[in-house]
């Protein structure tokens, strides 16, 4: 079991360029979450998905973000005109449906707006 | 609403000596809590959880947290610290506001510092 992969691990753009950051859980997890860590700060929930659906998304700023966790392939978590202040660690974590508090994280993407 | 409070942001203590981490929550549920680990530029691994058993939890690495709900505390400690527990810690609650899917809140973390 390979674990939650994230790709890329770093990632730099030049404001206002895209960012588009892949997740793939834990097999037999249908539950994903992405979290956002900004520099010298704990991290802080954006969004929950499941397979074609966006279930909680009170994290998320209103513009620019937007996640998908489509019915084949990878959760992505998408930012359009990213500014300096998107510059964080983007963590993604998966569960199974039966457990949401066995949670696995990945190992993050860094990204790096200059 | 959950929150929780990581009351030192740094912490050094000397290698051998006991390690302490504190932390407390607010919730308006029946928490889970647990212990994240992160060394530098990696991501976050597991040290233990609470879900509502047994109060005392032993984790990995030979750490262990005590839940105290009188005092709404999940202190983190290790009774003799290695140079590889250097890393930062945080305290997280996850809200049980659904059957499925609850967020995690994390603390805003502590950094753990071992002296040689």
């Known amino acids: 079991n390979a674990g939650v992969m994230q790709n890329p691990r770093h990632l730099v753009r030049r404001r206002g360029q895209e960012a588009r950051l892949r997740c793939s859980p834990m097999?037999?997890?249908?539950?994903v979450y992405w979290y956002r860590q900004l520099p010298e700060e704990g991290l802080k929930f954006m969004v929950y998905?499941?397979?074609?659906?966006?279930?909680?998304e009170s994290g998320m700023p209103k513009e620019r973000f937007s996640a998908e966790f489509p019915k084949e392939g990878p959760s992505i978590l998408r930012i359009q005109q990213v500014v300096r202040g998107d510059s964080a660690a983007y963590f993604c974590a998966s569960s199974p449906p039966q457990d949401s508090s066995f949670y696995t994280f990945g190992s993050g993407t860094r990204l790096t707006v200059v | 609403a959950q929150s929780v409070t990581q009351l030192d942001s740094h912490v050094s203590v000397s290698e051998g000596t006991p390690v302490l981490l504190r932390c407390n929550y607010s919730s308006s549920y029946s928490p889970s809590l647990f212990w994240y680990v992160q060394h530098p530029n990696k991501g976050l691994q597991l040290l233990l959880k609470?879900?509502?058993?047994?109060?005392l939890v032993k984790g990995i690495n030979g750490f262990e947290a005590e839940f105290k709900k009188s005092e709404t505390s999940f202190h983190l400690t290790k009774p003799s610290a290695h140079m590889s527990d250097a890393a930062e810690y945080f305290c997280?609650?996850?809200?049980?506001?659904?059957?499925?899917?609850?967020?995690?809140?994390f603390g805003a973390g502590t950094i753990l510092r071992v002296k040689s």
């Open positions: 609470y879900t509502s058993a047994a109060t």
């Open positions: 097999k037999g997890h249908s539950h």
């Open positions: 998905l499941q397979k074609e659906n966006i279930i909680d």
């Open positions: 997280v609650v996850s809200d049980h506001k659904r059957r499925y899917g609850n967020k995690l809140v």
